[in-house]
């Protein structure tokens, strides 16, 4: 009977439970998924001149493309390198943080970083594995300043030796593009050649009271260390036959209109006196002219790249530098813009060479390599003037050596 009575009790609860119905569970909703928030990225801004090509803005849209936290916008300044230094001088000199990079003429560099305008960057070549030596030497040499590097360089501009090579015998030209020759040998092949295929005189180069003088100075003194000796030589130049009469008053453009004119065998100028040569529009054409190193260093020119000790965007601002100094904006300013690349490995890059064919050249390549730099000082402007004004003097017959030797010394301190 309890057997009977436990399996009836059994039933019932097996019963009961089959007949609750299951018990309902709600859907379950998602709302859709938004997209996140785009993150804005952080503007740095980059003081420079306009480009006549479309590097500049290459360079800008290939930055902004590849970083996913800043953006550069290209404050484009006034083309005159005076103003553009005074307008410079006012906003940096205000402690202003209004512009984060900015390009400098190569003898701005020592002024901006004697009264701290500029942020050190050895910390920022060695964080991208980088040394100096990588980079132009008088490019690099123009942004040192009390040991430390402040610039990276933009592009380069030097001076250097052109020569008629429809003139030159075949030793002579590979003993001038191999930079084996001192200043007398160029005086003695100077007034050899004069005279030969029409031409009136043997050199021609800048000597008039300006900019040029110094640059030129430079490159007769060895970079200064030998002022008295640089100057004696300069003379000598003056003094010779194979020069003009009026050489004392050569800028660059009675330089290129003596050369290219055919009146010049030697010509010491800029880069874009080939560019003149390759138009055609000139009696000496492009096939006829050869490149050489100056014997003791070629003035480097151009402009560089600092960061504003001010900035307030200071790891943008690096960031920038890093790309636009470094090898893949480089390439995009010697491609694009046909600009002199301040990063060494570029001179043997393919693309880079077919870009510009001066690059090519045996002698402007060993050229390149030996640049040099105008003093790097707090006072630059003051500098060159004393060095023109004395250097002429004594050159004009109107000074002694003795004197301007002095002055040129004590400013250089």
Known sequence: MKKLLA???????????????????????TEPTQPAAPVEKVTVKFAVQADSTDALNQLVKAYNDSSDKYQVEAVVMTNDSGNMHDQLINSLSSKSGEYDVISMDVVWAGEFAAAGYLEPIDT???????????????????GKYKGKNYVLPY?????????????????????????????????????????????????????????GLTC???????????????????AKFVKSKATP???????????????????????????????????GEYNVKAEQVGFAPLPTGST?????????????KM?????????????KGQKINATVGSYMPGFNALLADSDVLAANALLTNTGFQNALKATIARPVVANYSEVSDVI?????????????????????????K
């Open 7 to 29: 399996m009836v009790l059994v039933l019932v609860m097996v019963l009961a439970v089959g007949c609750q119905s299951t018990p309902k569970v709600a859907p379950v909703t």
């Open 124 to 142: 920022l070549i060695k964080d991208n594995g980088w040394l100096p030596t990588d980079f132009n030497a008088g490019s690099m040499a123009s």
């Open 155 to 211: 592009f380069s501009d030097l001076g250097f030796l052109f020569f008629r090579k429809d003139i030159l015998s075949a030793e002579d030209a590979k003993k001038l593009e191999e930079g084996g020759y001192t200043w007398a040998e160029l005086l003695k092949m100077a007034e050899g050649y004069m005279g030969q295929k029409g031409t009136k005189y043997g050199h021609v180069y800048q000597s008039k009271q300006y900019e």
């Open 216 to 234: 030129n100075l430079n490159e007769f003194t060895a970079n200064w260390s030998d002022i008295k000796g640089g100057l004696e030589t300069m």
């Open 245 to 279: 009469e009026d050489i004392l008053a050569y800028t660059e453009g009675e330089t290129h209109n003596a050369f290219l004119n055919g009146e010049a065998v030697f010509a010491r100028n800029w880069p874009y006196m080939n560019g003149m040569a390759a138009s």
């Open 300 to 312: 480097v020119g151009g402009w560089i790249l600092g960061v504003n000790a001010n900035s307030t």
């Open 315 to 327: 790891d943008g601002a690096k960031d920038f530098l890093s790309f636009i100094a470094g090898p």
């Open 388 to 412: 023109q004004i004395k250097a002429h003097e004594f050159l004009s017959g109107n000074g002694k050596l003795e004197d301007a030797v002095k002055a040129i010394e004590e400013k250089l």
